[in-house]
Nanobody, 126 residues
Framework: QVQLVESGGGLVQAGGSLRLSCAASGRTFSNYAMGWFRQAPGKEREIVAGISRSGGSTYYADSVKGRFTISRDNAKNTMYLQMNSLKPEDTAVYYC???????????????????WGQGTQVTVSS
């Protein structure tokens, strides 16, 4: 079992920045591919970014490319999402997710992940 806890959400004005954290416990963090997803009201959950076990490979949704940066610190069992130039359309509940994976793998599908955090709200005002 892996337990995931997100933090860092909040209310920010358009153009501002936030950094989300996802703290993991329970298993060897470096064995897990990780991802950030978000779900806006009335919409399906969508991937934001994914990262491989070592952090050497990353993936970004087109909507956040160039504005968001995913990273991880395996020594601290923590994954991050730095969000810059935030837009009102980034408003959503953000979730981190994990799955045991092979080296270098990036998982982009929601159904590929089997561990989820409880989510943290990000609200961007215009």
């Amino acid at each position: 079992q892996v337990q995931l806890v997100e933090s860092g959400g909040g209310l920010v004005q358009a153009g501002g920045s936030l950094r989300l954290s996802c703290a993991a416990s329970g298993r060897t963090f470096s064995n897990y591919a990780m991802g950030w997803f978000r779900q806006a009201p009335g919409k399906e959950r969508e991937i934001v970014a994914g990262i491989s076990r070592s952090g050497g490979s990353t993936y970004y949704a087109d909507s956040v490319k160039g504005r968001f940066t995913i990273s991880r610190d395996n020594a601290k069992n923590t994954m991050y999402l730095q969000m810059n130039s935030l837009k009102p359309e980034d408003t959503a509940v953000y979730y981190c997710a994990a799955r045991l994976a092979i080296t270098g793998a990036i998982l982009m599908g929601e159904k590929q992940y089997n561990y989820w955090g409880q989510g943290t709200q990000v609200t961007v005002s215009s």
